[in-house]
């Protein structure tokens, strides 16, 4: 999650993680903003399901995101705890 944050771009993440973060930016901030570069290397990488599936993905968690926000928490929240997949397929 470290490389994730601010400056992932200078990460030791793969190419691939960083490009699909930096579409995950531009979904959410400004999606006329992706560079034709990064959306050749996008169309190169990744699948046209894939893309789709990481484009509505980060649209729909963002959407969700401002929804909780609008509404606010709920009086009582259930904590439910997810186990998380690592890059090789383990899950930890």
Known sequence: MEQ?????AD???PDR???????ADAVISDPSGLSEADQT?????????ELAELALT???????SK????????P???????PTP?????VG
């Open 11 to 13: 990460s030791d993440l």
């Open 41 to 49: 290397a996008l169309r190169e990488e990744f699948t046209s399901p």
């Open 17 to 23: 993680f960083k490009l699909a973060l930096r579409m």
């Open 58 to 64: 980060v649209a729909m968690a963002a959407g969700f």
């Open 67 to 74: 929804a909780a926000i609008a509404w606010g928490p709920p």
């Open 86 to 90: 690592t890059p090789d397929g383990t």
């Open 4 to 8: 994730i944050q601010d400056g992932y």
């Open 76 to 82: 009582v929240i259930p904590v439910t705890e997810v």
